[in-house]
């Protein structure tokens, strides 16, 4: 089992985990206002699921193709239609795109094709092998993170870097953003040590936030890292950190 495969596989478990726990119906209420979504890494496919259940039109973006196939199956297979053309979305349909927004590509070809009216990024991760590293380490250097800080954590690295692209993306669309990551503590703008500056960069004009307790699969699904190490215990408490930007 290659490393795209094994994500898949242990996202799957995770994911499942977040929709039975209803956590996605949640997330989902704070768009609400919005119609066609751009979700950029849906990953197997649940979070996705709970945005069609709720009357969203959806563009998924993801780069493993083992995640898109899972995901496809799953929507589905709960009677939504998957969409082969983004011309041809409407309400409770999806189209799902083979992407990398960190790819120069996907700003030239993909994204002038695309209208949208909120741009969500929820619970990013991904798989790692050496040409995934190889693909993103000159990325984040590019981005402005240091060697010392991309190998101190090069998962967390990535993700900011792709959040980043996330917002970049919604400027572009002229819509809002949604950002979700998991956390062990709340964010507000008394402390947002982040959020605050990508509003700030991308000229957004309101900002705000949310804090969801929760709890995330960790040994059975994709192991989570605490403080720096894989974190073997069963179910992990978590906190969603929700940032509407528009």
Known sequence: MNAKEKYAVEWNESAQFFYDHNSY????THINGFNKVL??????GQSTLALLSAGYCVIAIEQNPYCIEKAKELVASAGFIVIESLQ????????????????????????????VDVVTCWNMGT????????DVFPKMLEYGLTVDQIR??????????????????A?????AVHIVDRGTYPINKYNDPYYVKLK???????????NIKSSALSNGGRLLI?????????????????????
């Open 25 to 28: 119906k949640h997330l989902v």
């Open 39 to 44: 979700e950029i890494g849906c990953g197997t």
């Open 88 to 115: 041809e979305l409407k309400p409770r349909s999806v189209c799902f795109l083979e992407f990398d927004i960190t790819d120069p590509r996907f700003l030239q070809e993909i994204l002038p094709q695309i209208s």
């Open 127 to 134: 798989y790692w092998d050496k040409q995934k590293e190889e």
């Open 152 to 169: 101190q954590n090069v998962e967390s690295s990535y993700v900011e870097l792709v959040i980043w692209n996330a917002c970049r993306i």
């Open 171 to 175: 400027k572009n669309c002229k819509c």
């Open 200 to 210: 700030k960069e991308f000229g957004f004009g309101k900002i705000k936030y949310a």
């Open 226 to 246: 605490t403080n720096g190490k894989l974190n073997e215990e069963k179910e992990v408490p978590i906190i969603f950190v929700s940032i509407l930007m528009k």
